[in-house]
């Protein structure tokens, strides 16, 4: 029975979070909190020679002054240090570890204080003397030093040959900077020392189960001497699936002090973290004049740290989209003096994606032939890479609702066709894929006798709105109302799950609650036949389902008894389950391919003397199987195009590279879209029965809608100027560059 799932169900944590009762990792607290203040390092490459903390030392309140020379003992093997989705290759980063410096914005020291004001203030006394060693941070620099990884994307057929002999060839270099994730909340770990050496570290972070094997790892401790609690997460986009340093810190102080210790990063510091690496991405394109695809060349040099090798997916993507006999993918790094790159919303295939829908518009545009109708004329079936079919793909559907929609048939094919007043108006188009991964979750539920369910799962909800869909899934497969159910998240101590990333949470959690919701039904129906002269005496579990607070018959609604009615006739206090949901990682069996897809339509209008784009409709048409939550689905995916609207136009982290140093680390000159920028975005999600990809037919969406919207955009702006920027973002001075 479905009441919950698929409806508009608002957030269930709603009402916590705007009256501020939901509490973040830097506001809990304990009366013997004292506070950390990081000093980092201003070289971007090189030694710590020596480190003065006298002057730090002698401000009232200051409690103590961490270095490598006096921080707690860590483990010293690389092993100890890989959280559980660190890079395979590499040797992760150790806060306070040594006196090597290895990116600017390294944390060096930690000043410990009574109270935070002055542990900023001795920070600022901290004086290090540095030894400088050659760096560098440029990418186009160092393209050249670039190394291949392996991927598992396979080449078929001879993609060069068939470039060379292709009838309408395009070939171009597409640029996406490097981007920060910028959550609103601050990276921040309030560690709790209860006395007896056993600690509770409430922490930022995406996944508390991994950062409580890796804290115990590191510190050498006992699973049972350390907890890690994140009930709620202030945007983290995937700067928060690794373990991040403050985390480390903040137990080194508390180790140190034997107390407990609060260190929240400044918006400055969390730009010594993660970020999507810049990369060059190089389309060759080669077609018949009918629009029959023949070659994709598809390579990408991507960034990454001196001493971790981290990649993702760029190339690829063409192969589950596009049909042609010859392909071929690779992957570079390039090793560049900064922190290791991470996950950022879809990571590889924001990326990948943009410089390939790019790509398909430019080739559009030399074959003469509309943009979407090239896609359609290319449209595959099957995934090329693996040579495998779909669980499902509604693609064709996403463009034609999408269209229909926009109003696409409209469009004037030449560029600068288009005018509203003063402004020119281009219409773009892109497509969007994303994964449908699903990942080993448990869960357990405990119904009490007044009908109450409490749910509890490890998995953190990172804003995406698990713990509503989560109730809903609850409340249906256990027949009550939503309001008698209660969802944990975010506790090291909670059923097993994995991160919340890649999309995956939704499909691998909500199949666990189902699963477990199952066993409870078990042992209702058996209390329930136990009951004298019971309706459902010789009834089977296939028999009943659980509704309306009831455990009912299937065949006849009149056999019917209260849940709560079984529970005080067998004199059951509580039922309680644990279940899993029997998945593998990452998704099981793997003669189909698994995708969630998108159509993308955008509208600019750009005021061509001052060079200023408007983005003033988006249409993003999705097909990512069963939707559990009309109104948090809808916001997810609204909230990946207003990042695609940023990808597109504003975000870079721009790097000045003499010093090897960011210089807009901060959110008044690092831009990202605000209400001003963001207009008509309609989001709609395209029916996809799913029977194959899971029981449940879900495929997840946190990520498919940032997938292809700064494409989307840019081939706009092509349509509307006949001007083609290749690298992001596209401010006005490109704009307005000669040609
Ligand atoms: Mo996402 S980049 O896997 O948090």
Sequence with gaps: MTVYIGTATSRVDGRAKVTGEAKYAGEFSASDLAYGSIVESILAKGRVVRIDTSAASQVEGVLDVLTHGNRPQMASADKAWKDDVAPEDGSPFRPLYDDKVMFSGQPIALVLAEEWEIARYAASLVRVEYEKQEFATNLQKQRDQSFVVKKPDKPHGDAGKAFAAAEVRHEAEYFIPTEHHNPMELFASTVIW???????????????????????????????????????????????????????????????????????????????????????ERLALGAKADGTLDAITHEAIAVTSQFEEFSRNDTGWAALLYKSANAKYVHRLARLDVPTSSDMRAPGAATGVYALESAMDELAVALKIDPLELRLRCYSDRDQNEDIPYTSKQLRECYHQGAETFGWKKRKAEPRSMRDGSELVGWGMATGVWEALQVPVASRIVLTANGHAEVSCAASDIGTGTYTILAQVAADTLGLPIDNISVKLGDSTLPQAPVEGGSWMAASAAHAVAMTAEEVRKELLAAAKAIKGSPLADATLEDVVLAGGNIVSRQDASRAVSITGVMRHGAIDRIEKEEANGFSFPSGDSSHARNTHSAVFAEVKIDEQIGIIRVTRVVCAVAAGRILNTKTAHSQVMGGVVWGIGMALHEETVYDHRFGRIMNANIAEYHVPVNADVHDIDVIFVDEPDEIVNPMGIKGLGEIGIVGVAAAIANAVYHATGKRIRDLPITLDKLQRPA
């Design 194 to 280: 209860d006395g007896g050496g056993k600690l509770t570290v409430y922490d930022k972070t995406q996944g508390v189960q991994n950062v409580q094997r890796y804290l115990c790892s590191v510190f050498e401790k006992e699973s049972g001497d350390l907890r890690v609690i994140s009930p709620f997460v202030g945007g983290a986009f995937g700067a928060g699936l690794r373990p991040q340093y403050q985390v480390v810190l903040a137990v080194q102080g508390a180790l140190a002090l034997k107390r407990s210790v609060r260190l929240v990063l400044t918006r400055q510091q969390m730009y010594g973290l993660g970020y999507r690496p810049a990369t060059i």
